[in-house]
């Protein structure tokens, strides 16, 4: 699988927590996640439902969805339009959650990525090639685990499809 | 190769012979949702044609987060979560049971040797009864619910060991808080911590309560406690059977080893707006607070309480203060009420509101204004946590200095009143 978009990125942007993703003032009574969306990064960004396009990448440093174990978070990206997040590394809630919802979760270094950058993610070869600067980034590989709840379409797809765990 | 207890848990619940490092499918004993990861949980389970949990103790939902109810569109949310709990025959902790992480031990769901998970975070507090308990996403408690079953990673192991006794009017959150500070925000992601020393021996069950509480905080996914005569008792006293407590073997490997003296700890505090933001309270004197809260998964519990009324005792709360108290359960409140300790509370100008969330996560019972600063019992201090994100400054510390900063005004050390 291939993604295209561009990158966003926040500061500070280690330790992004998932109330920061998504505020307990939405979440708790906004049920419809196309109307969470717009509310996704405000109290870091305010601006950034506004900004974000179809396709785009949240790029980020240590720790990204700590905190809150929220599916709105992961949940509330995806209905943003925001395709995958390349971070340092993933808060362990965040991360189950994200490839249960169909929310691709690359693991790499993102220090040279700028905001704005134009960034190609190439799942299978575990590669992020950035437009602008045209650096390659090699990213550490998708647990075989997740790979499969992805191609599923998610846990409950997979769980649908298989009448079990089927993650070997 | 000995076994840590993670180790020991999920080789129990899987049938296998497993190591750190594996994936597992391990059978899950109980699974708990609460209002505000309930609803897309009941709706991948409507997705799956669920009809029962076939988890072994069955499933609880618990309406804390947002109970009593601010406003109608939560009310609709109540509503959906309600329907369904009757509709499937689940129980049900309505509006003013408490914090889901304090009802569900009360009910007995948690026992040592157990596999537990829920749809919230701090599903890690049930460690401190020797269970391996963790929080994830509303569709893996849906898996878990609907199939019985959930697949797990099995952790590496990190031993914290506080030998040494906590000083007078330090506690189980102040070592804690100790422990989060130097290990950081994402110092154990993805481990199992278990901690021992003699003053983790020593400890009360709701210290351990609330040390098991906040190891998600620095990323933990587990915090077993090993199993003692004082877990033993909380459980008898209670009426619940003693599980199958599970021990690390002497020869287990531990990925990582952390050494404190609680001898050494004094009051902390996690200034805004991480909780490994953490310094001494006395270093804050002067920072001026008019709110203070007293309550939460973390530090709701009758011991918290009796701890800041000890303190409050023949002192009032300060006349810039707002002091909210929200008792983690029906139960707390009613041994509060027995014993005096409410009274003396509301006495001193304290404010409850429902046993539950309260104000932690920002949609009720005290939301600051803008500005404000306010310190707290509760296990997070993000910007905009409680509701509003306009220069309001949390700091989160123990009951004690909480009870000292309601009195003064300002962040104090509680050996300092």
Redesign the interface.
């Known amino acids: 699988m291939r993604l295209t978009g561009n990158a966003h990125r926040f500061s500070p942007d280690d330790?992004i927590?998932t109330?920061?993703i998504i505020?307990?003032?939405y979440?708790?009574?906004?049920?419809d996640m196309n109307e969470l969306a717009k509310h996704v990064m405000e109290?870091?960004d305010p601006v950034f439902s506004k900004k974000v396009c179809k396709g785009d990448f949240i790029v980020a440093g240590?720790?990204f969805g700590?905190?809150?174990?929220?599916?709105?978070a992961?949940?509330a990206l995806k209905a943003a339009g925001v395709s995958a997040v390349l971070a340092k590394?993933f808060?362990?809630?965040?991360y189950?959650?994200s490839f249960?919802?169909g929310l691709p979760l690359i693991e790499c270094d993102t220090d040279s990525i700028r905001a704005g950058d134009r960034l190609t993610v190439d799942l299978d070869a575990g590669l992020v090639t950035n437009s602008v600067t045209g650096e390659s980034i090699q990213t550490k590989s998708i647990p075989r685990?997740m790979q499969v709840l992805l191609e599923d379409g998610?846990?409950?797809e997979h769980?649908?499809k298989h009448g079990?765990?089927a993650?070997e | 190769m000995g076994q840590t207890i993670a180790e020991k848990v999920l080789a129990a619940h899987s049938g296998s012979d497993c190591a750190a490092g594996d994936i597992v499918v391990a059978s899950v004993d109980f699974c708990m949702a609460q209002d505000g990861t309930s609803t897309m949980m009941i709706r991948e389970l409507e997705n799956l044609g669920f009809e029962h949990p076939k988890t072994a103790l069955g499933m609880g939902l618990v309406l804390d987060h947002n109970a009593p109810c601010p406003s109608v569109e939560v009310a609709r949310v109540h509503l959906r979560i309600r329907g369904f709990a009757d509709k499937n025959r689940i129980p049900l902790y309505e509006t003013g049971c408490g914090v889901c992480h304090q009802v569900v031990p009360e009910s007995g769901k948690v026992l040592p040797g157990s596999l537990v998970v829920g749809a919230d975070s701090h599903t890690c507090t049930y460690g401190a009864l020797n269970a391996c308990s963790t929080g994830l996403g509303s569709a893996d408690v849906a898996a878990a619910a609907y199939a019985g079953k959930l697949w797990f990673k099995v952790p590496e192991t990190y031993s914290i060991i506080a030998e040494g006794q906590l000083p007078d009017r330090v506690g189980a959150k102040d070592l804690m808080l100790k422990v989060i500070g130097r290990l950081t925000a994402d110092g154990a992601t993805y481990k199992s911590v278990e901690f021992t020393g003699a003053s983790v021996a020593s400890m009360g069950m709701d210290g351990r309560f609330t040390i098991a509480n906040m190891a998600v905080e620095m990323g933990a996914k587990f915090c077993p406690f090993s199993f003692d005569e004082k877990t033993s008792s909380w459980l008898s006293e209670r009426g619940f059977s003693a599980g199958a407590p599970v021990s690390s073997d002497p020869d287990a490997h531990f990925e990582k080893r952390f050494d404190f003296d609680a001898a050494d700890v004094v009051p902390q505090v996690a200034r805004p707006h991480s909780v490994d933001n953490v310094c001494d309270a006395s270093s804050l004197r002067g920072t001026k607070v008019q709110q203070a809260f007293l309550g939460t998964c973390t530090n709701g519990r009758l011991s918290d309480l009796e701890a800041a009324a000890r303190l409050m005792r023949g002192r009032t709360v300060n006349r810039g203060v707002r002091f909210i108290v929200a008792p983690a359960s029906r139960t707390v409140l009613l041994d509060a009420m027995a014993s005096g300790v409410a009274a003396q509370l509301v006495k001193a100008g304290a404010v409850f509101v429902a046993p539950g969330c309260g104000p932690c996560v920002g949609t009720h019972a005290g939301v600051p204004s803008d500005g404000e600063n306010v310190i707290s019992t509760a296990n997070r201090n993000f910007k905009g946590r409680m509701g509003n994100n306009r220069d309001v400054g949390i700091f989160l510390g123990s009951p004690e200095t909480i009870a000292a900063s309601a009195i003064t005004g300002e962040i104090t050390d509680p050996r300092e009143v």
């Open positions: 330790d927590n109330d920061y505020s307990g003032r979440k708790f009574r906004i049920d109290d870091i240590r720790n700590c905190g809150s174990s929220r599916e709105q992961p949940r590394s808060a362990r809630i965040f189950r959650s249960n919802i685990t998610g846990l409950i769980l649908k079990d765990f993650l």
